[in-house]
T-cell receptor, first 112, second 115 residues
Framework: SQTIHQWPATLVQPVGSPLSLECTVE??????LYWYRQAAGRGLQLLFY??????ISSEVPQNLSASRPQDRQFILSSKKLLLSDSGFYLC???????????FGSGTQLSVL | AQSVTQLDSHVSVSEGTPVLLRCNYS??????LFWYVQHPNKGLQLLLK??????LVKGINGFEAEFKKSETSFHLTKPSAHMSDAAEYFC?????????????FGAGTRLAVHP
């Protein structure tokens, strides 16, 4: 069966520090991968999606970047965090051509 | 352009009473619609989905939603609330974009259930 792992669960970082959130999927191959962010009081916003290794598309301009070095690994990064980067980050995947998304358990990021 | 509006940011009900979480969508074609639930400290879980079959969709945990094209609505209901239903609920529309299905989320409705 397929599983998705996302870590860490919580993270507190100072402004200006780097960020690396990792997400891996098991039990499937060539998934679509997504990074969503849920800011307080707002819905989920799609940040990045990837349909293959090193194929990343950004939905909104921001202080973050994403990479997919392996088929089932998706990394969210920042060189210098801003206060506005605080939020709840969710990794998700689905099979190409399908709509049902499977979500990781999320990372609560607090930038202080 | 496709969009989703959840009309209530907070809904509070008593245990055993009906639940109604409202959602309106905007789509230029027949949409796929979903309801997701997010419990505290847990990931998102799919409750139900509508994909142009029956307009009344039954989901898990006794929830159901009715697609009403004339009203562009997809409200989520449950006849009798349980304490375990307290969570954040998201209405979602699916958009086909560049070879993948992009999900657009509503802002969410926080459901509180009181004894």
């Amino acid at each position: 069966s397929q599983t998705i792992h996302q870590w860490p669960a919580t993270l507190v970082q100072p402004v200006g520090s780097p960020l690396s959130l990792e997400c891996t999927v098991e039990g499937t191959s060539n998934p679509n991968l997504y990074w969503y962010r849920q800011a307080a009081g707002r819905g989920l916003q799609l940040l990045f999606y990837s349909i293959g290794i090193d194929q990343i598309s950004s939905e909104v301009p921001q202080n973050l970047s994403a990479s997919r070095p392996q088929d089932r690994q998706f990394i969210l990064s920042s060189k210098k965090l801003l206060l506005s980067d605080s939020g709840f980050y969710l990794c998700a995947w689905n099979l190409q051509g399908t709509e049902k998304l499977f979500f990781g358990s999320g990372t609560q990021l607090s930038v202080l | 352009a496709q969009s989703v509006t959840q009309l209530d940011s907070h809904v509070s009900v008593s245990e055993g009473t009906p639940v109604l979480l409202r959602c309106n969508y905007s789509s230029s074609y027949s949409p796929s619609l979903f309801w997701y639930v997010q419990h505290p400290n847990k990931g998102l879980q799919l409750l139900l989905k509508y994909t142009s079959a029956a307009t009344l969709v039954k989901g898990i945990n006794g929830f159901e939603a009715e697609f009403k094209k004339s009203e562009t609505s997809f409200h989520l209901t449950k006849p009798s609330a349980h304490m375990s239903d307290a969570a954040e609920y998201f209405c979602v529309v699916s958009v086909r974009s560049g070879g993948y299905n992009k999900l657009i989320f509503g802002a969410g409705t926080r459901l509180a259930v009181h004894p």
